[in-house]
T-cell receptor, first 111, second 113 residues
Framework: GQQVMQIPQYQHVQEGEDFTTYCNSS?????IQWYKQRPGGHPVFLIQ?????EVKKQKRLTFQFGEAKKNSSLHITATQTTDVGTYFC???????????FGAGTRLTVKP | SAVISQKPSRDICQRGTSLTIQCQVD?????MFWYRQQPGQSLTLIAT?????????ESGFVIDKFPISRPNLTFSTLTVSNMSPEDSSIYLC??????????FGDGTRLSIL
């Protein structure tokens, strides 16, 4: 079945360092969404990207959707301890309405 | 945005028993979904809960093991039947309005002894 690959699986950074997680698909996506799950919590919706080459920002978070709509990234500038959690991308494909979640990137931040 | 109430929030069950998880939304929603998240893993879609008809199950999930009901546009249940330790997971319901992103309930943390 259609899948979306997400890397890295884990990332440990010093507070103040930047962080990036990447998602890739072999087929063109309808859209891609990003979620954050804090330890012990449930996934919380962050953003949806729909257009080719789209870039959206939320404070220190920058989300990009590739020109071919096959890849996406989430970049956090100057991480803080509040950024700790697992970041998931979730891809929607054109031929169905299901979402496929990436494996997630677990971010830990050392104060 | 809609408020999603999922219960129970957690449970510890004996193997061979069944547990029904409820998902209540404070407004009518188009789509309701059930996911499983095994420890340290990503989310896997179990099924789409269809109002007034049988749920649409993903590969690897069957109705006998995970019967789902959706009697109206605000409520759904997922039953985990004949549980074994391998069913220990977080079970999450999510909702979506037409062409809108999904939003998740708090989840049910299930442990089977």
């Amino acid at each position: 079945g259609q899948q979306v690959m997400q890397i890295p699986q884990y990332q440990h950074v010093q507070e103040g360092e930047d962080f990036t997680t990447y998602c890739n698909s072999s087929t063109t996506l309808s859209n891609i969404q990003w979620y954050k799950q804090r330890p012990g919590g449930h996934p919380v919706f962050l953003i949806q990207l729909v257009k080719s080459g789209e870039v959206k920002k939320q404070k220190r978070l920058t989300f990009q959707f590739g020109e071919a709509k096959k890849n996406s990234s989430l970049h956090i500038t100057a991480t803080q301890t509040t950024d700790v959690g697992t970041y998931f991308c979730a891809a929607e494909f054109f031929n169905n309405n299901d979402m496929r979640f990436g494996a997630g990137t677990r971010l830990t931040v050392k104060p | 945005s809609a408020v999603i109430s999922q219960k129970p929030s957690r449970d510890i069950c004996q193997r061979g028993t069944s547990l029904t998880i409820q998902c209540q939304v404070d407004s009518q929603v188009t789509m309701m979904f059930w996911y499983r998240q095994q420890p340290g893993q990503s989310l896997t879609l179990i099924a789409t809960a269809n109002q007034g008809s049988e749920a649409t199950y993903e590969s690897g999930f069957v109705i006998d093991k995970f019967p789902i009901s959706r009697p109206n546009l605000t409520f759904s249940t997922l039953t985990v039947s004949n549980m074994s330790p391998e069913d220990s997971s977080i079970y999450l319901c999510s909702i979506s309005l037409s062409n809108q992103p999904q939003h998740f309930g708090d989840g049910t943390r299930l442990s089977i002894l």
